[in-house]
């Protein structure tokens, strides 16, 4: 057994030998058995999970409440227990409609229909017959509303040009749903109302405008206007904190990240995006040893191992970001290991998408450092190819203005004060060009008005050179 910890990896038949000592068919057959046991008795601990922790999704304790009562009224109605049915029907459809939640009030009155139809009770069903048509109503109304939405965030979820062609529906969509909300009148049409604008504005860049929303709904709940046992505020916050790192407003945003990371539970998956956030608020506000805390913190998270592949990567980027502005005096082996994944990634890879700017740039800086004219002349050609070929839209105008900085250098032989005055009107134009909508932009890890100074910082201490004229 202590063989089997030591290895999670393991094959299948590597198992079947640790526990049974031969890999036969017999065994093998016997191990799959016995997984079967283990996960049913695993699946039987999801009853016992606690969901009031306020740090987890807020509604998803009374909507385990709901499901808890809809399971027992099932029961007892299968027993023909009528009495004690009606009475868990009356409490969970209170408890639905405290919640906002009407595909359960549409069961409740179903099966209240059902209920008093059994015991010939015709002024009730009556009765429980005009709620239910009319909570049916109100659920089409969420369903239709819900489709809008789905629909929608599914387009932004595929390629760049998918999202430019849906970026000019958007509002016909948000009007629908205006529209819907008017006849509902429920948590979940507001909800999805409240969402698409967030994603509109966003795509246009309009972080500014999130950031009122954001407020706006953060003071419609503290009035108690928005239903408290459905709305996510977490959500909210990192929508929030997100807006001001877009907006570059790094200092405000990352004083309320400090403030908000409280509400997000350490063993979701929420609590590492918005740690994400939290870690570029801190390296865009130039807080660079506070970058680092919070980065020894988030991967010594147990759930930090258990990430995507693409998520890891990009923590293993941001950790090359932070190494490369504040060097440790003694690099670990996985610091080695790192730094010589990031000076392999390919010139572009779709599946980190957003960052090829950010690799290359990397590179760029690490072989300023170690003063090798060949590897950046190198990755100086790379940046300009990239440029050409995936930096032509007028969306991606920050990138270019950096990228042109970067070529002159080259055009000043390297020379830092030269570079600096002739780069003084692409830095002012850079400076007065806000980020692009998140459906056209290369993420900037650190801003480029900062690269740009490590740039020429790196050019003060020593020009690249040759490699026949180091040696």
Partial sequence: MATLTATPGATQLQVVKALYGKPTAANVRALQRLQSRVKNKLLNQLYFLDHSDPRHLVSRRYQMECLDLLHKINILFAEGEYVLTERLLYRCKRLAEAGSFTNYS????????????????????????????????????????????????????????????????????????????RKARTFSTYNHLYRLRLAYEELQGNFK????????????????????????????HFVSIYAYLRSRQPVQGLRLAEQYSRDFHPSSSNWFYFQEHHVLLALHAEQYERAQQLLTTITKNPAYLIQRE?????????????????????ATARQRQMAQWVLQLPEYSRDKRGHNVAILVLQ?????????????LLRLERLRKYQQRHLYEASTLRSRLFLRLLQVIVEKNFDAAAAAERGKNMLL????????????????????????????GLLREGRPMATEAAA
């Avoid at 760029?364 to 950046?376: A, G, K, M, W």
Wanted: aromatic content about 10%; overall charge positive.
């Fill in 429 to 456: 134009q850079l400076q007065d060009t806000p980020p692009p909508g998140e459906a056209f932009a290369e993420v900037e890890i650190i801003p480029y008005e900062q690269l740009w100074k490590l740039v020429l």
């Fill in 209 to 236: 405008e999130m950031i009122k929303v954001t407020a706006e709904a953060s003071r419609r709940f503290r009035e108690g206007k928005l239903n408290a046992r459905r709305f996510d505020l977490r959500f909210n």
């Fill in 310 to 330: 693409a998520a890891l990567e990009r923590w293993d980027l941001y950790k090359a970001y932070i190494d490369f502005v504040l060097p440790p005096q003694r």
């Fill in 364 to 376: 760029l800086l690490h072989f300023l450092r170690e003063r090798s004219l060949e590897e950046v």
């Fill in 106 to 181: 549409v069961e409740c009155a179903r099966l209240m229909c059902t209920v008093y139809s059994q015991q010939r009770q015709a002024l009730r069903y009556q009765k429980a017959t005009r709620q239910l048509l009319k909570l049916q109503q109100t659920l089409a109304w969420e369903d239709e509303a819900e489709r809008i939405y789905s629909d929608t965030q599914m387009a932004l979820a595929h390629t760049v040009r998918s999202r430019r062609a849906v970026l000019p529906l958007l509002p016909t969509y948000i009007a629908q749903l205006e529209a819907l909300h």
